[in-house]
């Protein structure tokens, strides 16, 4: 299992934008899925965003469509997903949570099915009022 640590989360007033960045290790991240999932009070765990490194295919929840993208970088040992985060509204408040995965899944699942997600983060709060 890799190894993920969040950051980049904030305050910030609406219409701000924020970048969570999600250090990973401890793998090769060749055809792994990637996505932020988010979590706010009384509210269920939702998937925001995905990308399977094998075509950097990705996807996202209808949420976030035209304002939050993600994408991955590779700088020698170093590998980062990203999520930037534009126009952000209140409802955007919550704990956001990078979560790796090898198993094969579609681009749907990878929004919905936390469960097939074996590694995940720790959290960075985002906050916008």
């Known amino acids: 299992h890799v190894q993920l640590v969040e950051s980049g989360g904030g305050s910030v007033q609406a219409g701000g934008s924020l970048r969570l960045s999600c250090s990973v290790s401890g793998d090769t991240y060749n055809n792994y899925c990637f996505a932020w999932f988010r979590q706010a009070p009384d509210k269920e765990h939702q998937g925001v965003a995905a990308i399977y490194t094998g075509g950097d295919v990705t996807s996202y929840a209808d949420s976030a469509k035209g304002r939050l993208t993600i994408s991955h970088s590779r700088d020698n040992a170093k590998y980062m997903v990203y999520l930037q985060m534009d126009s952000l509204k209140p409802e955007d408040t919550a704990m956001y949570y990078c979560?790796?995965?090898?198993?094969?899944?579609?681009?749907?699942?990878?929004?919905?099915?936390?469960?097939?997600?074996?590694?995940w983060g720790q959290g960075t709060q985002v906050t916008v009022s």
């Open positions: 979560g790796a995965s090898r198993v094969i899944m579609t681009p749907t699942q990878a929004l919905t099915t936390s469960s097939l997600f074996r590694s």
